[in-house]
């Protein structure tokens, strides 16, 4: 099982970044996906979900209107458009992908968004 996020960088306030998670070893188009974030100091918070298909999505209240989730099942790869960047969105960015009825929840390792001001 292996989650490889990817397109983390280095961006001005304002700018805009699209982070990619590329899932392998287990059956991705069966699994929630979400993206949390961890700034220096602060507790891992969630970003965005979407459901096993795509039909539903959240967000938190902090980047609704500016992040959009996304996913290709036929790609096994999960998708975070990331616009109007802010300096607080600063962090390292995880992807999960879960299954609750059967208890399963996997995580990447995290790709680092940095914005300046």
């Known amino acids: 099982v292996q989650l490889v996020e990817s397109g983390g960088d280095l961006v001005q306030s304002g700018g805009s970044l699209r982070l990619s998670c590329a899932a392998s070893?287990?059956?991705?188009?069966?699994?929630?996906m979400s993206w949390y974030r961890q700034a220096p100091g602060k507790e891992r918070e969630l970003v965005a979900t979407i459901t096993s298909a795509g039909g539903s999505t959240y967000y938190a209240d902090s980047v609704k209107g500016r992040f959009t989730i996304s996913r290709d099942n036929a790609k096994n790869t999960g998708y975070l458009q990331m616009n109007s960047l802010k300096p607080e969105d600063t962090a390292v960015y995880y992807c999960n992908c879960l299954r609750a009825t059967a208890h399963l929840n996997y995580w990447g390792r995290g790709t680092q968004v940095t914005v300046s001001s």
């Open positions: 070893g287990f059956t991705f188009s069966s699994y929630a």
